[in-house]
């Protein structure tokens, strides 16, 4: 197992903090597609020690998602993304089938250990989005239809990725609801997640296995683990409390995810992927503009994870 690391911002200072905790990883948000531009981000990373091997957050897939005009022309992006991750020599193209683009809080501002601040999802307060996503489906697709648009596009995809040694890596949904404003949503489960590999078996169909995604539905995180071992290739690490319709992010050490045991059954079974410590508390000092990714509260848990992966 590897260490894995969003650097946000990627300020040189930061990918130093990384270099220095144990990081070897650096995984990027969606940065178009620009080859010179993704080469010169590997050179500076290179320049630290570390790789740059994943891309995660923000590729566009709502097109594709529900079926939309442009389908096609995103879906001929995402190859031309796997292409020039494969000119860079990366692993992962870490994706997701929210069909309202991405993971959605009420609030950013729940004060955790010493005043530290994390977020919440309360079901009851779901018109008050805090996050950078639009929190509203551009099309309202039934769930039949998302399972027939993920067949497709994996379809459309996997043979490039095959060819350009990249491995996708399917991220649940968050929140982990069967519907949010009246459109269903399909990836909250261990079976869903099944279910998406067995559609286009191959060792480039993967997941992205999040606990934090799916513990608040109440599943079961280490028979989950063992059940898709030879397919998660690429691992979040965040720790909360609740369930599907109210839940808090907490530290990774005092949430109701029991870490350790989830860092020896993926030991039990092999993996040899990276972690990444997902969302994390904001500390005193910093700004929270992006809940959840300021630095010093990842720092902490990247140490804390990089503990329990030595002692595993």
């Not at 020039?84 to 990366?90: H, S």
Request: hydrophobic share 40%.
């Amino acid at each position: 197992m590897r260490l894995s690391m969003i650097v946000n911002p990627p300020t040189d200072l930061h990918l130093q903090w990384a270099a220095q905790i144990g990081v070897s990883d650096i995984v990027l948000p969606y940065p178009g597609l620009d080859r010179a531009g993704l080469l010169a981000t590997k050179r500076r990373v290179e320049s630290f020690g570390m790789k740059l091997t994943h891309i995660e957050r923000k590729v566009p897939h709502l097109q594709f998602v529900h079926n939309l005009p442009g389908r096609d022309a995103q879906i001929a992006d995402f190859k031309s993304l796997l292409c020039i991750m494969a000119d860079a020599g990366m692993e992962v193209l870490c994706y997701n089938w929210m069909p309202d683009e991405d993971w959605q809080r009420t609030s950013s501002h729940v004060r955790q250990r010493g005043g530290s601040l994390v977020t919440e999802f309360n079901i009851d307060e779901i018109g008050h989005n805090v996050t950078d996503a639009s929190g509203q489906p551009p099309h309202h697709s039934t769930s039949s239809e998302l399972w027939d648009n993920l067949e497709h596009f994996l379809n459309e995809v996997v043979p490039q990725a095959e060819r350009s040694h990249i491995t996708l890596a399917l991220h649940p949904d968050d929140p982990p609801l069967d519907d949010l404003h009246g459109q269903p949503r399909i990836m909250h489960s261990n079976v869903a997640l099944r279910k998406a590999v067995d559609l286009v078996p191959s060792r480039a169909n993967g997941i992205c296995y999040c606990v934090g995604s799916l513990f608040p539905a109440g599943e079961d995180l280490l028979a989950g683990i063992r059940d898709l071992a030879d397919n998660i290739v690429f691992f979040h690490a965040r720790n909360v409390r609740g369930t599907a319709s109210h839940f808090v992010e907490t530290w990774h050490d005092n949430g109701d995810i029991d870490l350790p045991a989830v860092l020896r059954t993926l030991k039990e079974v092999g993996y040899s992927g990276t972690i990444r410590p997902d969302h994390a508390p904001s500390m005193a000092g910093e700004s929270n503009e992006t809940p959840g990714y300021e630095m010093l509260g990842r720092l902490y848990a990247a140490g804390y994870l990089r503990g329990l992966m030595q002692s595993s």
